[in-house]
């Protein structure tokens, strides 16, 4: 079959002004709830777009890890790719699918640094396998010996930190993007989509509609 044949039709929901929450953190997370509940895989699952300074972009699929008034968490090795475009650029954008509910949002901003201590919380929240991949992975590197290196890279580190917690590689921690435009967009019949923009205005949100 031609992609271009390929369609969908959409009308499971709507999204007016009056029922949006008046600050797209509180109605990112009722979406969030939403598809959580609706069993959406990967439910927490964003874009992260990035860029160079001379605009070349890349862009990869990150987990959403916390969001708050302060913005939009997530972590990585500080040495990747977007590790490090982000302090030669740091602004960004995300977006979130969730094909099931037919909704997006998209999140775009500036990006800053969490704090030590931030990263190191989070970090003692992870499975033992994952913390001890922080430490394997140069991410985004070349690796050295194939997938037997890896393997042989996580028996060094296993056998480093057996018997004891396994501290937060310097070089691992979180970034925040600090949004300064939000849209919601929910699919509706006939591709009259609604999109509804929040911007900062007067120390509080504008929301307006776009034309989908």
Avoid: C, I
């Avoid at 997006?104 to 919380?121: H, I, L």
């Avoid at 435009?181 to 019949?189: D, H, I, N, S, T």
């Amino acid at each position: 079959m031609s992609l271009a044949d390929l369609r969908r039709a959409y009308g499971r929901h709507g999204l007016s002004e009056s029922a949006a929450a008046p600050d797209p953190v509180a109605q990112l997370q009722v979406w969030l709830d939403q598809a959580v509940a609706a069993g959406v895989p990967d439910a927490h699952a964003m874009v992260l777009a990035t860029a160079t300074p001379d605009g070349r972009p890349s862009a990869r699929v990150v987990l959403l890890k916390a969001v708050d008034a302060r913005g939009l968490a997530f972590f990585t090795n500080y040495h990747s790719r977007k590790g490090r475009e982000l302090p030669a650029n740091p602004r960004a954008a995300v977006t979130l699918f969730w094909p099931e509910l037919e909704r997006q949002v998209r999140a775009e901003g500036a990006v800053e640094v969490m704090t030590a201590a931030e990263s190191d919380d989070y970090f003692r929240s992870r499975p033992a396998d994952s913390q001890l991949g922080a430490w394997v992975s140069d991410q985004s590197d070349v690796v050295a010996g194939g997938r037997a290196g890896l393997e042989r890279r996580l028996a060094e580190v296993t056998a480093r930190f057996a018997g004891g917690p396994v501290p937060r590689p310097p070089h691992w921690g979180g970034y925040r993007l600090v949004p300064d435009a939000v849209e919601f967009w929910q699919g509706r019949p006939g591709r009259l989509h609604d999109r509804l923009l929040y911007t900062p205005a007067g120390g509080g949100w504008q929301l307006v509609r776009l034309a989908p």
